[in-house]
């Protein structure tokens, strides 16, 4: 009982001493972003990497979830007499909640294991003593391009996602529901508000952060060579993903709760 006990107390104290110390990494981590000299060589390559690159998934995701929305909708929809709803109910559903966390949960799965891939190899082949070595800051240099990065596109391919989604779900309603695009955009116009994109759109600035700073925390704690490389990889996805479905569900909360009177 009470190896059991102690087994349990250092668990406690392990987890908060990483929750602590990644804590500092964060805070490291944006003082070197917005502090100078900035990289915006390195920036601009890693808003390529991140941003442009993601757009074709990011899409052909949205387009495919909002066309599948409304056929899965139609048919109820159409037996209530209530088609002109279909618009509101996938554009609403898209701005607050889908095109966000389909953004973040692709682009998290696939950035958050490039970052960590790429710098958890040069942990374990110790490039990263090397800038040590010659007086240069890691984070500054291989984390702060890569948060700001994330920053910065994370949002903009929301607002793609968004209007993917949405092109799609107007696409199948007129063929499968017979709503016009005039009056698919016209009764968007009187359900959706500002506060429905600035709340869907302000959470991927939030998922960006925990994608990036759990890439490179991951990637720079990794050891035992190209297995400590899959090891990481494999646990910064796990981590970002599961953060990013727990942070969507506190934030919609806030939110509501700040912006929605019910």
Do not use: H
């Not at 981590?29 to 757009?55: C, E, K, M, N, W």
């Not at 994608?211 to 970002?240: F, H, L, P, Q």
């Amino acid at each position: 009982m009470s190896r059991f006990v102690s087994e349990v107390v250092n668990s406690l104290l392990n987890f908060v001493l990483g929750v602590g110390e990644v804590c500092f990494f964060l805070w490291n981590s944006i003082v070197a972003t917005v502090t100078p000299p900035y990289d915006y060589g390195l920036l601009t390559a890693q808003i390529y990497d991140i941003g442009f690159r993601s757009v074709s998934i990011v899409v052909v995701s949205a387009m495919a979830i909002g066309m599948v929305m409304v056929v899965q909708m139609a048919w109820g929809f159409a037996w209530f007499g209530a088609k002109g709803l279909v618009g509101p109910v996938v554009t609403l559903s898209f701005v607050r909640e889908l095109g966000p966390i389909i953004t973040s949960l692709l682009v998290g799965g696939r950035v958050g294991s490039g970052i960590t891939a790429e710098i958890s190899s040069m942990k374990v082949t110790e490039q990263i003593d090397a800038i040590k070595t010659l007086g240069a800051d890691p984070i500054r240099k291989l984390v702060s391009p890569r948060l700001m990065a994330c920053i910065i596109s994370f949002p903009l391919l929301a607002v793609i996602s968004n209007l993917a989604g949405i092109g799609g779900a107007m696409i199948i309603s007129q063929m499968e529901l017979n709503v016009k695009p005039t009056l698919f955009i016209e009764s968007i116009r009187g359900w959706v508000s500002l506060e429905d994109l600035m709340t869907g759109i302000s959470k991927t600035l939030f998922f960006g952060i925990i994608v990036a700073i759990t890439g490179c925390y991951v990637g720079m704690k990794a050891e035992g060579g190209t297995r400590g490389v899959g090891n990481a990889t494999t646990k910064t996805v796990v981590i970002s993903l599961f953060l990013i479905i727990l942070f969507d569900f506190i934030l919609s909360k806030i939110f509501v709760i700040a912006f929605y009177d019910f």
